[in-house]
């Protein structure tokens, strides 16, 4: 459920004007050329070398010049690196962490809605009653999460990166609340409103964590740093299942210590986010504010000189200010952006359909289902955590290397691969004594490269 708003699209539209997407003139920042009354406009790609053209008012020349300093690895700084921690903490972090922290406890909350149903109404609850309460209370996560990403837009804009990652823990400390202090009420409705509220903090989290990441991080290490989003969500998922154990939180007594959980990674965001800088680009784009902009790129980057660097932001600024906005219909009929449009929704249908929340949902029941003791799945699942967290680590060292697309396509195709021996296993396990292993290393395979790749 990693919901992204796609459909804010700009197009280019003739520079008349130069003027930012809210009306206001971009501020311009006096160039360092040797031509006077010249104007800077730069290619923003992930490349190491960027072209900058010099366009001059003598005569119409252009002079082309070549940053050799691109070329220059930027080192990674202590603040990077603990403003990309402690950020992702807080925010992807506990999404993984939802994704399994319902697994261990399934059959004591099925348990706890059993005792208030019969507490109000004098009569047990119908099976079909309880696996409706209970198939809510773990997809309404995912809708909580679409209304999260519908308002995330407007709040990155009044209150930034920093400051919408900072306010999003309020809805993580009130659904704990909601969550674990549930069965001392005797109400699945504040297990069902808490895990709602959850899903709202996942969803800005994961719709405002990435624009922080890249906009911190340099060019040439921004998908590294951009993996400490998937890292800690595999992190999260692993804390769950560790805190799911029987000899742990995994007891009817202790179900809902599990849940209270969730409100210490977002108070260590709380108490320690707020000592790092907001986003450059935030405060240079959206809040005119240079000094703070060059102070904020000193900190992360760990130089005093940053004029490249704002340079950057300022050239892709009025770039950006030569673009509309197009509503979807225009969109679709565009031929020009055809097939980006087609790439980006393959590519996030299948990334939400291929079959990974129902792993990490119900990872018991499938083990179970593949003639797994029930005594050992605790610790088989760990396993599965384990090659998760594993497999993100890998893909966060060798992205720049190999880059995203080779794997994305290695990640999908041997997970479809994976997926079919699946299929045969699980449906012929009850004539092979050995095949409910195979099942078991499939579900690995399938997770290793989902983490991997996708």
Known sequence: MDMLCLWRIRIPRPAEKMSSPTGDHMPRRPMHSRTDSSMLTTQLMDKPEIPHIVQTNNGGKEVRVTN????????ITACLMNAAFISALGSSYLYGYNLSVVNAPAVFI?????????????QPASTETVTLLWSSTVSIFAIGGLLGTLCVSSMVKALGRKGTLLLNNCFAVIAAVLLSLGETAGSFE???????????????????????LGEISPRNIRGSIGQFNSILICL???TGQVLGLP????????WPFLFAFLAVPALIQLCVLPFFPESPRYL??????EAAAEKAFQRFLGKKDVSKELEEVYAEGHAQSTLQIVSVPQLIRNPAVRWQLITV?????????????????YTNGILAEAGFAGNIIPYITLSTGAVETLAAIVSGLVIERIGRRPLLIFGFSTMAVCFGFLTVFLNLQDRVSWFPYLSYVCILAVIACFCSGP
Do not use: H
């Open 110 to 122: 099925k348990s706890m809605y059993n005792r208030t149903w019969m507490e109000r109404y004098g």
């Open 190 to 212: 504040m297990l069902l409103v808490g895990r709602l509220i959850m899903g709202v903090d996942s969803g800005i989290a994961l719709c405002a964590l990435p624009m922080y």
């Open 247 to 254: 000899q742990l939180l995994g007891q009817e007594s202790k």
């Open 284 to 289: 240079l784009m959206e809040r005119r504010d």
């Open 345 to 361: 929704i393959i590519t996030m249908a299948c990334y939400q359909l291929c079959g990974l929340n129902a792993i990490w949902y």
């Open 236 to 238: 999260g998922v692993f």
């Open 68 to 75: 050799i300093d691109t070329q220059k690895k930027q080192p």
